[in-house]
């Protein structure tokens, strides 16, 4: 991986064309319009330059990033190296992939080499793809998907329009839009027209119309409109908030609110103590945490537990173990080889907020029918301190943030040993891939499994599995690795 780019203090400048201030000054965009088209590269400029990136017109040797759309990366090097700059090998020359998760994330993100286009690289693979999309399972399941996304400016737009149909309580297209996000997210191939498409499973008539918008104009006119809609707005701000689901959303809004300052403010309103938590550590909980941190948290934990039970056992789940490089929170299980004795298992010390709920497992009872139902096992969801000496290469730092500590989400999940195999798939997600696992083994194989149990229909009994290998076994399914459940 290349080095981050260096976020500095220095006093903020206003961008010679009068519009939002340069937050990021080491950092000049050059985006090649050949391809991307002028009306598209003008619509990126206006979305970087209102996020305070500086967008250069010129190829100049001030520029220091390059981002490139559907290139073929020999021309690209030819076009530039033509270009009479001092020293070409100076520039990081980027897909469009880095530009729009730098978008999204509101900053430069850190250059990691999918993002770099080679000069020597092949072009990116478009159709035929080497999965032929005839094998593309309907099941999220039965197809491997890795953090590397080949279709994002379709994926971020589609889970826009999931997002909003959550928040209008419409479960059947939000699932529709996940499913068809998953499907794209599995491709090894950027689609580049909807003939690509044909034979894939899961993709609507709705999602089609969508992807080819954005084939057409680079972008999605319903997705802006709703991304402009003041009720998705404050929806999605105050369902940011630790402890806020969508109906409080709902609630906050129809009394008129808008902003976190008025719900504050709100003499009317009783924040849980979960809520309570969520917005005095509002910043820390709403910045991404990096595999660092996450690495870091893992240490602290097991050196905690470890000093109560020698020998418990403690695993990073949820989207690190699945390869992601940043995550909302960071998810652990804990047990101990002995059955019974993970019951003492709590922590002490480090918690600078902490939601406890004790074990209601109860043995007897069948998996559970429902994808959206929590688990019964102990389970603490906490905001850790993390000190920057903990951190390896130190904590990720906001301008002006002096403090030397941040606040960190985890979760830790505690269920007895016989049972760790079907909470570890269960809680190393991808939602969709266990949703789907859940839904395959149901449909196709008779039997019931969550995060508890996998329970044959058929022969109506309990299959046991100590591995998550026995579990794929027990489902007669390939063995699919943790970093291959993005889906
Ligand atoms: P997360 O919400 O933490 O997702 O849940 P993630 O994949 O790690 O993503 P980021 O990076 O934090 O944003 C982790 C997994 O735990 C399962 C979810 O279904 C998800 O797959 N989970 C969560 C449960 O099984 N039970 C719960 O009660 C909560
Ligand atoms: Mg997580």
């Not at 491997?144 to 928040?167: G, I, P, Q, W, Y």
Request: glycine share 6%.
């Amino acid at each position: 991986m290349l080095s981050p780019v260096k976020k500095r203090l220095r006093p903020v400048e206003a961008s010679a064309r009068g519009q939002a201030e340069v937050k990021f000054m080491d950092v000049r965009v050059y985006l090649v319009e050949r391809k991307m088209g002028s009306s598209r590269r003008s619509f990126l400029t206006r979305l970087a330059t209102s996020k305070g990136f500086r967008v250069e017109d010129v190829l100049s040797d001030e520029v220091t990033h390059v981002v490139a759309e559907d290139y073929l990366a020999t021309q690209l090097w030819a076009w530039l190296q033509g270009h009479g700059l001092r020293d070409v090998s100076k520039l990081q020359v980027l897909d469009i992939s880095w530009f729009t998760e730098s978008m999204r994330d509101g900053r430069p993100v850190t250059v990691e080499s999918r993002h770099l286009i080679q000069a020597t690289s092949p072009p990116l693979p478009q159709c035929p793809s080497p999965t032929p999309v005839a094998q593309v399972s309907q099941y999220a399941c039965k197809r491997r998907t890795t953090t590397e996304n080949h279709n994002k400016m379709f994926t971020d737009a589609l889970e826009v329009l999931a997002e909003s149909s959550e928040f209008c309580e419409n479960e059947g297209p939000c699932l529709a839009f996940l499913r068809s996000v998953s499907v794209l997210k599995s491709l090894s191939f950027a689609v580049g027209s909807l003939k690509a498409t044909q034979g894939l499973p899961c993709l609507g008539e709705h999602t089609k119309a969508v992807m080819e918008e954005i084939l057409m104009f680079g972008r999605c006119f319903e997705v802006e409109k709703i991304q402009c809609d003041e009720r998705y707005q404050a929806l999605k701000l105050f369902t940011g908030v630790f402890g806020v689901g969508p109906k409080t959303a709902e609630k906050w809004y129809s009394r008129g609110l808008r902003s976190l300052r008025e719900i504050l403010t709100e003499p009317n309103i009783k924040l849980n103590k979960m809520q309570r938590a969520g917005f005095l550590y509002y910043r820390d909980i709403s910045k991404a945490v990096s595999k660092a941190e996450a690495k870091a948290l893992g240490r602290i934990i097991e050196e905690t537990v470890h000093s109560i039970v020698p020998d418990a056992i403690l695993d990073l789940t949820g989207g690190f173990r699945r390869g992601k490089e940043y995550g909302h929170d960071v998810d652990f299980l804990l047990t101990t080889p002995e059955m019974g004795k993970e019951k003492g298992l709590l922590l002490q010390g480090i918690l600078l907020y902490c939601e406890h709920q004790d074990s209601t497992f109860d043995v007897t009872k069948m998996p559970s029918y429902r994808f959206e139902a929590m688990d019964h096992f102990q389970k603490c969801f906490m905001i850790l301190r993390l000190a920057e000496d903990q951190v390896e290469g130190g904590l990720q730092r906001d301008l002006g943030d002096t403090r030397c500590w941040r606040g960190v989400r985890v979760d830790v999940v505690v269920p007895p040993v016989d049972r760790y195999a079907f909470t570890l798939i269960g809680w190393t997600g991808s939602r969709m891939f266990v949703r789907d696992l859940r839904r395959f083994a149901r449909k196709e194989r008779q039997m019931l499994f969550d995060n508890h149990a996998l329970y044959d229909k058929t022969k109506k009994l309990f299959l046991r599995a100590t591995t998550e290998e026995d579990v794929f076994a027990h489902l007669g399914l390939e063995y699919v690795e943790p970093w291959q459940r993005n889906a």
